[in-house]
Protein backbone atom coordinates (compact mmCIF):
# COMPACT_ATOMS: atom_id res chain seq x y z
CA UNK A 1 0.00 0.00 0.00
CA UNK A 2 1.40 3.61 -0.82
CA UNK A 3 0.86 5.38 2.49
CA UNK A 4 0.97 8.84 0.88
CA UNK A 5 -2.54 8.41 -0.22
CA UNK A 6 -3.09 8.39 3.13
CA UNK A 7 -1.51 11.45 3.73
CA UNK A 8 -2.25 15.24 3.54
CA UNK A 9 0.03 18.60 3.88
CA UNK A 10 -1.36 20.61 6.73
CA UNK A 11 -0.98 24.67 6.36
CA UNK A 12 -1.76 25.89 9.93
CA UNK A 13 1.47 26.53 10.42
CA UNK A 14 2.54 28.16 7.27
CA UNK A 15 0.25 31.08 8.34
CA UNK A 16 2.55 31.85 10.73
CA UNK A 17 -0.45 33.10 13.17
CA UNK A 18 -0.37 31.56 16.55
CA UNK A 19 3.08 29.28 15.28
CA UNK A 20 5.58 32.40 16.12
CA UNK A 21 7.95 33.14 12.82
CA UNK A 22 7.75 31.41 9.93
CA UNK A 23 9.38 31.91 6.52
CA UNK A 24 7.23 31.79 3.44
CA UNK A 25 9.93 31.08 1.11
CA UNK A 26 10.62 28.07 3.18
CA UNK A 27 6.89 27.13 3.71
CA UNK A 28 6.54 27.55 -0.10
CA UNK A 29 9.27 25.09 -1.11
CA UNK A 30 8.19 22.64 1.53
CA UNK A 31 4.73 23.02 -0.42
CA UNK A 32 6.13 22.45 -3.95
CA UNK A 33 8.59 19.46 -2.60
CA UNK A 34 5.38 17.70 -0.87
CA UNK A 35 3.80 17.60 -5.01
CA UNK A 36 6.59 16.49 -5.93
CA UNK A 37 7.30 13.70 -3.52
CA UNK A 38 3.72 12.77 -4.40
CA UNK A 39 1.27 14.24 -2.05
CA UNK A 40 -1.81 14.85 -3.11
CA UNK A 41 -4.02 16.73 -0.50
CA UNK A 42 -3.44 19.86 0.93
CA UNK A 43 -5.13 21.32 4.20
CA UNK A 44 -6.10 24.39 4.74
CA UNK A 45 -8.50 27.71 6.31
CA UNK A 46 -9.49 30.79 5.93
CA UNK A 47 -8.20 31.29 9.47
CA UNK A 48 -4.72 29.86 8.93
CA UNK A 49 -2.81 33.40 9.23
CA UNK A 50 -6.16 34.92 8.32
CA UNK A 51 -6.22 33.56 4.94
CA UNK A 52 -2.17 33.95 4.16
CA UNK A 53 -1.84 29.42 4.39
CA UNK A 54 -4.41 29.85 1.03
CA UNK A 55 -2.58 32.80 -0.29
CA UNK A 56 0.42 31.17 -0.56
CA UNK A 57 -1.18 27.63 -2.23
CA UNK A 58 -2.27 30.45 -4.55
CA UNK A 59 0.59 31.52 -5.43
CA UNK A 60 1.56 27.77 -6.55
CA UNK A 61 1.77 27.36 -10.67
CA UNK A 62 -0.82 26.06 -11.80
CA UNK A 63 0.80 23.06 -12.97
CA UNK A 64 1.22 22.15 -9.46
CA UNK A 65 -1.89 22.57 -8.30
CA UNK A 66 -3.62 20.91 -11.03
CA UNK A 67 -2.03 17.62 -9.05
CA UNK A 68 -3.44 18.37 -5.44
CA UNK A 69 -6.62 18.12 -3.87
CA UNK A 70 -7.50 21.19 -1.56
CA UNK A 71 -9.33 21.29 1.12
CA UNK A 72 -10.21 24.59 3.68
CA UNK A 73 -12.45 25.62 6.29
CA UNK A 74 -14.44 28.55 7.29
CA UNK A 75 -16.18 29.59 10.64
CA UNK A 76 -12.86 30.69 12.74
CA UNK A 77 -12.72 34.35 12.80
CA UNK A 78 -9.69 36.47 13.89
CA UNK A 79 -10.80 39.85 15.98
CA UNK A 80 -8.51 42.61 15.75
CA UNK A 81 -7.38 42.16 19.41
CA UNK A 82 -5.95 38.81 18.73
CA UNK A 83 -9.14 37.12 20.49
CA UNK A 84 -11.38 34.65 17.81
CA UNK A 85 -15.00 34.09 17.72
CA UNK A 86 -17.06 31.57 15.25
CA UNK A 87 -19.21 32.67 12.75
CA UNK A 88 -21.13 29.73 10.36
CA UNK A 89 -23.93 32.12 9.64
CA UNK A 90 -25.43 31.24 5.75
CA UNK A 91 -24.25 34.74 4.25
CA UNK A 92 -21.34 34.71 6.21
CA UNK A 93 -19.88 31.41 5.21
CA UNK A 94 -21.15 31.22 1.46
CA UNK A 95 -19.03 34.79 1.30
CA UNK A 96 -15.89 33.08 3.06
CA UNK A 97 -15.93 30.46 0.38
CA UNK A 98 -16.07 32.96 -2.86
CA UNK A 99 -12.89 34.45 -0.89
CA UNK A 100 -11.05 31.22 -0.15
CA UNK A 101 -11.39 30.27 -3.94
CA UNK A 102 -9.60 33.82 -5.07
CA UNK A 103 -6.74 33.61 -2.59
CA UNK A 104 -6.46 29.79 -3.67
CA UNK A 105 -7.07 30.27 -7.14
CA UNK A 106 -8.98 27.27 -8.07
CA UNK A 107 -12.39 26.47 -9.58
CA UNK A 108 -13.57 23.95 -7.26
CA UNK A 109 -12.46 23.10 -3.27
CA UNK A 110 -12.23 19.27 -2.74
CA UNK A 111 -13.49 19.31 1.05
CA UNK A 112 -15.07 22.57 2.38
CA UNK A 113 -15.51 21.87 5.83
CA UNK A 114 -17.07 24.66 8.56
CA UNK A 115 -14.50 24.75 11.40
CA UNK A 116 -16.21 25.05 14.55
CA UNK A 117 -19.54 24.38 15.81
CA UNK A 118 -21.75 27.03 17.09
CA UNK A 119 -24.11 25.56 19.23
CA UNK A 120 -26.55 27.96 19.57
CA UNK A 121 -27.29 26.77 15.70
CA UNK A 122 -29.44 24.55 15.00
CA UNK A 123 -28.90 21.44 13.13
CA UNK A 124 -31.94 22.74 10.75
CA UNK A 125 -29.70 26.03 10.26
CA UNK A 126 -26.66 23.98 9.29
CA UNK A 127 -27.95 22.03 7.32
CA UNK A 128 -29.35 24.63 5.08
CA UNK A 129 -26.01 26.69 5.28
CA UNK A 130 -24.25 23.52 4.07
CA UNK A 131 -26.89 22.42 1.48
CA UNK A 132 -26.17 26.22 -0.13
CA UNK A 133 -22.93 25.39 -0.24
CA UNK A 134 -23.09 22.41 -2.31
CA UNK A 135 -25.41 24.05 -4.51
CA UNK A 136 -22.64 26.49 -5.64
CA UNK A 137 -21.25 23.82 -7.50
CA UNK A 138 -17.48 24.87 -6.09
CA UNK A 139 -17.31 22.70 -3.90
CA UNK A 140 -17.08 18.73 -3.98
CA UNK A 141 -18.04 17.74 -0.59
CA UNK A 142 -19.07 18.76 3.12
CA UNK A 143 -17.16 18.39 5.71
CA UNK A 144 -17.08 18.95 9.78
CA UNK A 145 -13.99 20.13 11.80
CA UNK A 146 -14.20 20.05 15.90
CA UNK A 147 -17.66 19.06 16.23
CA UNK A 148 -19.06 16.32 18.83
CA UNK A 149 -20.35 13.27 17.68
CA UNK A 150 -23.69 14.08 18.73
CA UNK A 151 -23.59 16.97 16.22
CA UNK A 152 -22.06 15.14 14.00
CA UNK A 153 -24.60 12.56 13.84
CA UNK A 154 -27.34 15.21 13.30
CA UNK A 155 -26.42 17.34 10.93
CA UNK A 156 -25.21 14.13 8.84
CA UNK A 157 -28.35 12.63 8.96
CA UNK A 158 -29.52 15.94 6.90
CA UNK A 159 -26.91 16.86 4.35
CA UNK A 160 -24.06 14.36 2.92
CA UNK A 161 -20.73 15.09 4.86
CA UNK A 162 -18.12 13.50 3.44
CA UNK A 163 -15.48 13.43 6.32
CA UNK A 164 -15.00 14.79 10.07
CA UNK A 165 -11.35 16.53 10.68
CA UNK A 166 -10.97 16.38 14.87
CA UNK A 167 -7.93 16.41 16.66
CA UNK A 168 -5.94 12.80 16.83
CA UNK A 169 -3.61 12.97 19.55
CA UNK A 170 -1.79 9.45 20.37
CA UNK A 171 -1.94 11.01 24.14
CA UNK A 172 -5.90 10.99 24.25
CA UNK A 173 -5.99 7.42 22.68
CA UNK A 174 -9.08 6.22 24.33
CA UNK A 175 -10.91 8.96 23.62
CA UNK A 176 -9.21 9.24 19.96
CA UNK A 177 -9.92 5.60 19.34
CA UNK A 178 -13.52 5.85 20.29
CA UNK A 179 -14.68 8.79 18.08
CA UNK A 180 -12.95 7.44 15.26
CA UNK A 181 -14.71 4.79 15.15
CA UNK A 182 -18.11 6.30 15.25
CA UNK A 183 -17.44 8.39 12.58
CA UNK A 184 -16.61 5.30 10.53
CA UNK A 185 -19.48 3.55 11.47
CA UNK A 186 -21.73 5.99 10.19
CA UNK A 187 -19.88 5.60 6.72
CA UNK A 188 -17.66 8.78 6.51
CA UNK A 189 -14.53 9.54 6.92
CA UNK A 190 -11.86 10.20 9.46
CA UNK A 191 -9.19 12.82 8.78
CA UNK A 192 -7.43 13.40 11.85
CA UNK A 193 -4.81 16.27 12.71
CA UNK A 194 -2.18 16.76 15.98
CA UNK A 195 -0.92 13.52 15.31
CA UNK A 196 2.19 14.72 16.85
CA UNK A 197 0.72 16.26 19.43
CA UNK A 198 2.06 19.48 18.22
CA UNK A 199 5.50 18.31 18.02
CA UNK A 200 5.80 16.74 21.35
CA UNK A 201 6.48 13.43 19.21
CA UNK A 202 8.74 14.25 16.94
CA UNK A 203 10.97 13.29 18.42
CA UNK A 204 13.23 16.52 18.45
CA UNK A 205 12.28 18.62 21.87
CA UNK A 206 14.59 18.83 24.76
CA UNK A 207 12.53 20.30 27.39
CA UNK A 208 14.47 23.43 27.38
CA UNK A 209 12.60 24.86 24.77
CA UNK A 210 10.95 28.68 25.12
CA UNK A 211 8.45 28.78 22.30
CA UNK A 212 7.82 32.68 21.04
CA UNK A 213 5.60 35.15 22.40
CA UNK A 214 2.59 33.91 19.46
CA UNK A 215 3.17 30.38 19.79
CA UNK A 216 0.39 28.41 20.78
CA UNK A 217 2.59 25.59 22.47
CA UNK A 218 3.68 29.01 25.02
CA UNK A 219 0.46 28.54 26.60
CA UNK A 220 -0.12 24.68 26.77
CA UNK A 221 0.14 23.17 29.88
CA UNK A 222 1.98 19.67 28.02
CA UNK A 223 5.07 22.49 26.80
CA UNK A 224 4.75 24.40 30.52
CA UNK A 225 7.15 23.61 33.27
CA UNK A 226 7.78 20.36 35.53
CA UNK A 227 4.80 18.91 32.77
CA UNK A 228 7.16 19.14 29.76
CA UNK A 229 9.75 17.55 31.11
CA UNK A 230 8.22 14.55 32.05
CA UNK A 231 6.79 14.17 28.97
CA UNK A 232 9.75 14.80 27.30
CA UNK A 233 11.20 11.69 29.37
CA UNK A 234 8.50 9.37 28.58
CA UNK A 235 9.23 10.73 24.77
CA UNK A 236 12.80 9.61 25.26
CA UNK A 237 12.16 6.18 26.92
CA UNK A 238 9.59 6.01 23.74
CA UNK A 239 12.26 6.60 21.45
CA UNK A 240 14.40 4.14 22.76
CA UNK A 241 12.01 1.46 22.87
CA UNK A 242 11.78 1.51 19.03
CA UNK A 243 15.26 2.44 18.15
CA UNK A 244 15.75 -0.92 16.92
CA UNK A 245 14.10 -0.20 13.50
CA UNK A 246 16.26 2.50 13.03
CA UNK A 247 12.88 4.82 11.66
CA UNK A 248 12.74 8.40 13.44
CA UNK A 249 9.70 8.67 16.36
CA UNK A 250 7.53 10.98 14.24
CA UNK A 251 6.95 8.71 10.80
CA UNK A 252 6.68 5.51 13.14
CA UNK A 253 3.74 7.38 15.06
CA UNK A 254 2.03 8.81 11.78
CA UNK A 255 2.08 5.21 10.73
CA UNK A 256 0.42 3.82 13.97
CA UNK A 257 -2.29 6.26 13.52
CA UNK A 258 -3.30 5.34 9.74
CA UNK A 259 -2.56 1.68 10.39
CA UNK A 260 -4.23 1.22 14.41
CA UNK A 261 -6.65 3.80 14.81
CA UNK A 262 -7.99 3.62 10.89
CA UNK A 263 -7.41 7.42 10.22
CA UNK A 264 -8.37 7.75 6.66
CA UNK A 265 -6.36 11.40 6.22
CA UNK A 266 -3.02 11.96 8.52
CA UNK A 267 -3.09 15.72 8.57
CA UNK A 268 0.87 16.41 9.02
CA UNK A 269 2.29 19.84 9.57
CA UNK A 270 6.13 20.20 8.30
CA UNK A 271 7.46 23.67 8.73
CA UNK A 272 10.38 23.27 6.11
CA UNK A 273 11.59 20.25 3.57
CA UNK A 274 13.35 18.47 5.97
CA UNK A 275 10.88 17.81 8.70
CA UNK A 276 8.96 16.53 5.45
CA UNK A 277 11.00 14.59 4.04
CA UNK A 278 11.83 12.65 7.20
CA UNK A 279 8.50 11.62 7.10
CA UNK A 280 8.08 10.70 3.43
CA UNK A 281 11.01 9.30 3.44
CA UNK A 282 10.31 6.12 5.77
CA UNK A 283 6.53 5.94 5.90
CA UNK A 284 6.13 3.63 3.05
CA UNK A 285 9.07 1.75 4.22
CA UNK A 286 7.64 0.36 7.83
CA UNK A 287 6.84 -3.39 7.97
CA UNK A 288 8.70 -3.75 11.62
CA UNK A 289 4.98 -4.06 13.41
CA UNK A 290 6.11 -4.80 16.34
CA UNK A 291 6.24 -0.76 16.94
CA UNK A 292 2.14 -1.11 17.40
CA UNK A 293 2.06 -2.83 20.25
CA UNK A 294 5.23 -0.74 21.76
CA UNK A 295 3.41 2.56 20.45
CA UNK A 296 0.06 1.25 21.37
CA UNK A 297 1.35 0.41 25.20
CA UNK A 298 3.14 3.79 25.29
CA UNK A 299 -0.03 5.91 24.81
CA UNK A 300 -2.35 3.95 26.47
CA UNK A 301 0.09 4.01 29.38
CA UNK A 302 0.71 8.13 29.20
Not at 80 to 100: C, E, F, P, Q
Not at 214 to 223: C, I, Q, S
Request: glycine content about 8%; some cysteine.
Amino acid sequence: MNNLSNIALGTWLFGGLRWGHVDPDTSYRTMCEAIERGIKYFDTSDAYGKGYSEELIGRLPKSLKQKIKVMTKSGVVWDADGTRHVNINKDYVLGALTNSLNRLDIDQIEVYYLHEDDESKTVDEISNTLEKVLETGNVRYLGLSNFSEKRVAEISSRVPIYSVQNECNPLEIRETVNTIKAIKRKGMQFHGYGLLSKGLLSGKLFGKEEFQTGDNRAENKEFLGDRFVQNIVKVDKLKESVRHTGIPLAPLVIYWAIKYCEVDLAIIGCRNVSQLNEVLDYVNNIHNLDVFEILTDSFYNW
